[in-house]
């Protein structure tokens, strides 16, 4: 395996495949936590908008997100910025739904009571309503990060990228079963490293503040119907 690593690294191939499919994984995974925190708050926060979305985030979310991948590739192309895009609308499902369910978990008492202390619009999300929405929001994050890096290696293989994706391919058809085994243990790694941070994360995030946070979380019951694969 270290051989196959060497010859792919004098070749000046894999260090760039690293490069591409981490900036793509990491881009998109904090493109996808933007949307589907910011429309997940939306859903949440509004029953109109929740009427109104709910059905098409129901049906798309219930679609095998590997699916939406040939698809995408043939509208948005086979560029960098194409990769990221499919890749963070595919994965931003999680975190839609989990922040949705979160956000409609925020207690209206605690909100009332926020008002009556005096608190402003930025201190009442900071106090109380982040704290809340901490648990669902990094729940999603962490099944769509794992999503991501398969999602990304997927456009790899398809074409739209030039990452470790494309690397498994040619020499998976070259039956270079040591490089191969390479490239897994390298995806292993950056899997392994990514999902160990965000627990570090979330556990920073969702530790209990002034306002109970510990309490909030305990009130969040993650979404049932969330994919955990693609």
Known sequence: MVQSDRTHVRRGVLLPAIGQTLTTFVVALALAAFIGATVGIAIGASPRI????????????AVPGAAFVPVAVLILGTSLVSGVAVVALVVSWPILLNTATAMRAV?????DMSRTLGLTIGERWRKV??????????????????????????VDILGAGEGIGRLLVENQQKFDARAVWSLLLIVGTVGYLTSATLAR??????????????????????LTQIRTQP
């Open 107 to 111: 207690p209206a008492v605690r909100l």
């Open 50 to 61: 929740d009427r109104t979305l709910s059905p098409t985030v129901d049906f798309l979310a």
């Open 129 to 154: 309503v982040l704290p809340t929405l901490a648990p669902g929001i990094m729940l999603g994050v962490r099944v769509a990060a794992s999503m991501a890096l398969i999602i990304t290696l997927l």
């Open 201 to 222: 994360v979330a556990a920073q995030l969702t530790r209990p503040t002034d306002y109970g946070s510990a309490t909030a979380g305990r009130r969040f019951h993650p």
